[in-house]
Protein backbone atom coordinates (compact mmCIF):
# COMPACT_ATOMS: atom_id res chain seq x y z
CA UNK A 1 0.00 0.00 0.00
CA UNK A 2 1.42 3.29 -0.73
CA UNK A 3 -0.63 5.69 1.67
CA UNK A 4 -0.28 8.86 0.04
CA UNK A 5 -1.56 7.72 -3.81
CA UNK A 6 -1.66 10.87 -5.48
CA UNK A 7 -0.43 12.46 -8.92
CA UNK A 8 2.12 14.58 -7.36
CA UNK A 9 4.20 10.94 -5.63
CA UNK A 10 4.17 10.03 -9.71
CA UNK A 11 6.82 10.89 -12.68
CA UNK A 12 6.08 10.18 -15.64
CA UNK A 13 9.10 9.40 -18.10
CA UNK A 14 8.05 11.01 -21.67
CA UNK A 15 10.02 10.76 -25.08
CA UNK A 16 9.89 12.54 -28.11
CA UNK A 17 10.04 11.25 -31.68
CA UNK A 18 8.94 13.18 -34.78
CA UNK A 19 7.11 15.73 -32.77
CA UNK A 20 4.57 13.16 -30.88
CA UNK A 21 5.46 12.75 -27.24
CA UNK A 22 5.23 8.70 -25.71
CA UNK A 23 4.89 8.30 -22.22
CA UNK A 24 7.71 5.48 -21.48
CA UNK A 25 7.22 4.97 -17.83
CA UNK A 26 5.39 5.68 -15.04
CA UNK A 27 7.71 5.66 -11.61
CA UNK A 28 6.16 5.97 -7.54
CA UNK A 29 7.97 7.76 -5.39
CA UNK A 30 7.55 9.04 -1.72
CA UNK A 31 6.67 5.90 0.04
CA UNK A 32 6.91 7.14 3.49
CA UNK A 33 3.07 6.12 4.72
CA UNK A 34 3.69 2.82 2.64
CA UNK A 35 3.23 -0.79 4.28
CA UNK A 36 2.68 -4.36 2.90
CA UNK A 37 -0.65 -5.43 3.06
CA UNK A 38 -3.03 -6.97 0.75
CA UNK A 39 -6.42 -6.65 2.40
CA UNK A 40 -9.25 -5.38 -0.10
CA UNK A 41 -10.08 -2.10 1.84
CA UNK A 42 -6.56 -1.05 1.87
CA UNK A 43 -6.13 -1.15 -1.66
CA UNK A 44 -9.97 0.63 -2.36
CA UNK A 45 -8.77 3.60 -0.17
CA UNK A 46 -5.44 4.37 -2.09
CA UNK A 47 -7.43 4.51 -5.55
CA UNK A 48 -10.15 6.42 -3.74
CA UNK A 49 -7.14 9.24 -2.34
CA UNK A 50 -5.98 8.94 -6.46
CA UNK A 51 -9.23 9.70 -7.73
CA UNK A 52 -9.02 12.61 -5.64
CA UNK A 53 -5.69 13.90 -6.83
CA UNK A 54 -7.26 13.60 -10.12
CA UNK A 55 -10.75 15.50 -9.28
CA UNK A 56 -8.75 18.59 -7.54
CA UNK A 57 -5.44 18.77 -9.49
CA UNK A 58 -6.42 16.90 -13.68
CA UNK A 59 -10.20 17.11 -13.81
CA UNK A 60 -9.37 17.27 -17.78
CA UNK A 61 -8.45 13.51 -17.37
CA UNK A 62 -11.71 11.90 -16.04
CA UNK A 63 -11.10 9.17 -18.75
CA UNK A 64 -7.88 8.41 -18.36
CA UNK A 65 -9.01 7.91 -14.62
CA UNK A 66 -11.83 5.60 -15.58
CA UNK A 67 -9.46 3.70 -17.61
CA UNK A 68 -6.67 2.82 -15.10
CA UNK A 69 -9.75 1.55 -12.75
CA UNK A 70 -11.07 -0.27 -15.75
CA UNK A 71 -7.34 -1.66 -16.24
CA UNK A 72 -6.73 -2.10 -12.78
CA UNK A 73 -10.06 -4.21 -12.41
CA UNK A 74 -9.37 -6.51 -15.32
CA UNK A 75 -5.35 -6.99 -14.48
CA UNK A 76 -5.25 -7.00 -10.69
CA UNK A 77 -5.84 -10.20 -8.89
CA UNK A 78 -8.69 -8.79 -6.73
CA UNK A 79 -9.58 -6.40 -9.13
CA UNK A 80 -13.12 -6.72 -9.26
CA UNK A 81 -13.45 -6.99 -6.03
CA UNK A 82 -11.09 -3.53 -5.18
CA UNK A 83 -13.51 -2.10 -7.27
CA UNK A 84 -16.29 -2.64 -5.33
CA UNK A 85 -14.75 -1.54 -2.07
CA UNK A 86 -13.91 1.53 -3.64
CA UNK A 87 -17.42 1.99 -4.54
CA UNK A 88 -18.80 1.80 -0.81
CA UNK A 89 -15.17 3.67 0.20
CA UNK A 90 -16.55 6.34 -2.13
CA UNK A 91 -20.25 6.43 -0.54
CA UNK A 92 -18.45 7.07 3.28
CA UNK A 93 -16.26 10.01 1.79
CA UNK A 94 -17.50 13.11 3.18
CA UNK A 95 -18.40 14.83 -0.59
CA UNK A 96 -19.57 11.68 -2.28
CA UNK A 97 -17.95 13.55 -5.64
CA UNK A 98 -16.47 10.96 -7.42
CA UNK A 99 -16.35 10.69 -11.59
CA UNK A 100 -18.83 8.60 -13.74
Same mark, same amino acid.
Not at 18 to 42: A, C, M, R, T, W
Given at each position: ??? *? @????????????? +????? %??? =???????????????????? *? @????????????? +????? %??? =?????????????????????????????????
Amino acid at each position: MHG *D @LTTSNMIIKVSEC +EGSKF %YDY =LYFIDFGLSYILDQVENKAV *D @LYVLEKAFISTHP +ELEQE %YST =LLSTYERQSKKGKEVISKLNEVRSRGRKKLAFG
